[in-house]
């Protein structure tokens, strides 16, 4: 019972039934939401109904096939003729005529089926060993710490905040950054790198904040695939002796800025995302930080995050979340945001980082 005990628990990491269930339920969910894209489920008028699953059945099918490649889609093929086969066995004779061939095709096709398994989760561990590579990369270039600025408290993950010190000035500004690259994997996690590169070598110079949007656009350009890893990212700069924060806004969720009295202002001005148009004008705006004023810099992961019911979470949850946190720390909020994000998506698979940094002006 011991060497039972231990093989079940290796197999399922210690996990309980229902929380075994539920992770099937999420994967499971997660295969349904991308095969179903490709999916036209609208029923013709007049169509039976037999006849109307019959051609989501070919569809549903065609969309597994396709995401294979084509020597694995034979496989596939060849294995579901065996496992179908009449009889689960055939039979032949040679050429001589005197000896007979049998073949369980029931046995083979299963196999076929166990060596597609084989390869498809080889090609899952690759993928999950890029996706983590790439959030590594991104995760070494940024503070582990946010630096202490006078006034006020930061919270948050995947951002950026560091001190620049312009020429003529002895009292240091300091940088905001959130960027989120369109795509994933390996290439999204290097062009962030290079963009978070970009910033820091151009908040070195003189130059003014539009100007170094645009700079860091014109570079995005030049790796981006003639726009289609392109960047939408949010550039503030903070400066502490008059509690104004300076900003740019390319294409990213407009951030938030809830006034101590529950005024609500959108940080939306600037310019597209980075990486379309080398010649795309940015524009600067700026707004004045005051004491008990929240900033809410977030991605679309988190107002795009979606239920099982498809539902988003949206940007008036959030506020209200930030609405009823309003005395917390940054730290404690946003511990507050993830626990009300989790609870609603409710375990359903999303499609795209969750990134939100709170500053709390004191």
Not at 109 to 131: A, I, N, Q, S
Not at 151 to 174: M, S
């Amino acid at each position: 019972m011991d060497r039972v005990d231990r093989f079940w628990t290796r197999v399922t990491d210690g996990m309980h039934a229902d929380q075994l269930w539920k992770q099937f339920l999420t994967d499971a969910r997660s295969s349904y939401q991308l095969y179903s894209k490709e999916i036209d489920a609208e029923r013709a008028a007049g169509v039976p109904k037999f006849k109307h699953f019959l051609r989501l059945a070919g569809q549903f099918f065609w969309a597994v096939l396709e995401k294979l490649s084509p020597a694995r889609r034979i496989l596939l093929l060849v294995a579901i003729i065996l496992i179908l086969f009449p009889g689960g066995e055939a039979t032949w004779r040679g050429s001589a005529g005197d000896v007979t061939y049998s073949l369980n095709t029931h046995f083979y096709g299963g196999l076929l089926m166990f060596v597609l398994l084989v390869l498809e989760v080889g090609d899952r561990v690759v993928m999950k060993r890029d996706l983590q590579i790439a959030k590594e990369i991104q995760t070494w270039l940024l503070p582990a710490n946010p630096p202490a600025i006078p006034g006020l408290q930061i919270a948050g993950d995947y951002y950026d905040v560091f001190p620049r010190l312009k020429p003529g000035r002895t009292e240091a500004t300091y940088m905001f950054a959130m960027a989120d690259v369109a795509g994933k994997s390996i290439p999204a996690g290097l062009l962030m790198a290079t963009i978070q590169s970009s910033l820091k070598t151009l908040a070195a110079g003189p130059a003014s904040l539009a100007e170094l949007v645009s700079r860091m656009n014109q570079y995005a350009c030049s790796n981006s695939q003639n726009g289609r890893r392109f960047t939408t990212a949010f550039i503030g700069e903070y400066d502490p002796v008059t509690h104004t924060l300076a900003y740019v806004n390319a294409g990213h969720n407009p951030p938030v800025l809830r006034r101590k009295s529950g005024a609500i202002e959108k940080l939306d001005q600037g310019g597209i995302p980075l990486g379309i148009l080398d010649s795309a004008p940015y524009s600067a705006a700026s707004a004045i930080l005051q004491s008990g004023d929240w900033l809410i810099i977030f991605t679309d992961g988190v107002v795009e995050a979606e239920n099982a019911r498809s539902e988003e979470y949206g940007e008036q949850r959030l506020l209200f979340v930030v609405h009823t946190g309003g005395e917390l720390t940054p730290c404690q909020l946003l511990q507050s945001i993830m626990t009300d994000l989790d609870r609603f998506v409710a375990g359903a698979p999303q499609h795209d980082d969750v990134t939100c940094m709170l500053v709390k002006t004191l």
